[in-house]
């Protein structure tokens, strides 16, 4: 648990450095933190575990002591008198080191079903991170949009004042109307789909879905140098998982050779035996009791051998599905990788095409001020400065997702 921690602290270190208020950044990881304890997907990756870990008690015992109750209907005569019943006990022992390779062979399987656990909290963090950016996304947009309808407004307005005096005409004045509604629908589906990434971010941390979320005001991408460092993709756990199931299967060998030595039991029969009538004579009716010492030898252990050969086999696919798993996962921290600095262009591009707009608006408004007015320039502008706007907030929430995927590959 420490560890998940530390990497719920990384993820958010480089966003709260640059928030506005790093009370917000602490919402996000509050959220990581109630999902770590409450998500239904944890508490089955945990009780699994927990199953396997318990699998360990189940293995420390021997064989089921063997009790046998017999009666003699018809009884046999010996020398010092009828045998009436048999009472027998025994008790078969593993070979030497039989459960302690059985013990081996659970702890091996409880330590995969470990890194189920591990596994799952990442995916849970990149999860809600992603979820988490989302929303951001989506509410910085709507601000987006309504200061843009505001704006609208006041181009409206200059609008019909301009078609009074003669210098605009009724269809500018529609069209600035036809803009607005457009950026209301807009708003409109916008807000129908944040209450659904509300509704996933809650349903991840397993409570109402109409719990209130805080999401930050502000966020913006840092300089290249504060980027998360990429660390050996080796080390995930997805990976380990397969090195853990390798050496499963080289204890469930271990436990295949020693099932194939014998099986050692020790055992007791008690006989009663009745007095023979009208006789008197030494051990007249003394009963029986006989020591018993068996083995149990697997003679035809073709069973065995096929057993050996398929935990080679076992063990063969095993490393196919670790390097293959490899592959995946570097593929992905690549295409994170690029994609990330990809974001960062596109930010980089959309700023400086955002501060040429609005230079451009501020001429077309002089132009206005000197009685020369273009109201389908001005809303081609105010276009564009939307466009940019978004394509900022968009490059923004690339940038984080990708980083929260890297985290998780590579922390």
């Known amino acids: 648990m420490k560890q998940i921690k530390i990497n719920v602290k990384y993820v958010l270190v480089l966003g709260s450095f640059f928030m506005g208020f790093f009370s917000n950044a602490q919402e996000l990881e509050a959220l990581i933190e109630e999902a770590l304890m409450n998500n239904p997907e944890i508490e089955q990756a945990s009780l699994q575990y927990s199953i396997a870990s318990e699998k360990v008690n189940e293995t420390n015992n021997f064989p089921n002591t ?4 017999g009666y003699f209907v018809s009884e046999p005569e010996t020398r010092t ?4 019943f048999k009472v027998s006990v025994k008790q078969m022992i593993p070979w030497f080191g039989s459960i302690t390779a059985r013990e081996n062979y659970t702890n091996a399987m409880a330590e995969a079903a470990y890194e189920d656990v591990v596994i799952a909290k990442r995916k849970l963090i990149a ?9 951001y996304t989506n509410k910085a947009k709507q601000n987006v949009l309504l200061k843009n309808v505001k704006l609208l407004e006041t181009y409206e307005t200059l609008a019909l004042t301009a078609v009074e005096v003669g210098k605009a005409s009724t269809v500018d004045v529609l069209r600035l109307q036809m803009r ?24 991840l941390l397993n409570r ?23 660390n050996n993709i080796s080390l995930h756990p997805e990976l380990i998982k397969y090195d853990k199931l390798y050496r499963s299967v080289e204890q469930s060998e271990f436990l295949n050779q020693k099932e194939k030595a014998p099986m050692i039991g020790f055992g007791l029969d008690y006989i009663n035996v009745d007095k023979r009538p009208n006789m008197d004579f030494n051990d007249n009716g003394k009963d029986i009791l006989m020591p018993m010492v068996s083995v ?10 096929s057993v050996t050969k398929q935990n080679e086999l076992k063990q063969q696919q095993i490393k196919a599905q670790q390097q293959e798993r490899f592959n995946a996962l570097e593929t992905r921290l690549d295409k994170a990788i690029k994609e990330r600095a990809s974001a960062r262009i596109n930010y980089n591009t959309q700023t400086l095409n955002l501060k040429q707009a609005k230079d451009a608006e501020t001429i077309l408004m002089k132009s206005y001020e000197s009685g020369i007015v273009d109201f389908k320039d001005i809303l081609d502008i105010q276009e564009l400065q939307l466009k940019f706007q978004m394509g900022q907030i968009e490059a923004t929430n690339s940038y984080y997702t990708q980083t929260a995927i890297i985290n998780y590959l590579t922390n």
């Open 208 to 230: 109402d879905k109409e719990t209130a979320i805080s999401v930050v005001d502000s966020l913006m991408i840092p300089p290249e140098y504060f980027d998360v460092a990429v």
């Open 296 to 305: 149990s030898i697997p003679i035809f252990n073709k069973g065995y051998n």
């Open 127 to 135: 999860s809600i991170s992603q979820v988490y950016y989302s929303l």
């Open 81 to 84: 008198g009828p045998q009436t």
């Open 180 to 203: 607005q509604n457009e950026l209301e629908q807009l708003k409109q589906v916008l807000q129908l789909q944040y209450l659904a990434d509300k509704t996933s971010l809650n349903k």
């Open 66 to 69: 063997e009790f046998g109750v």
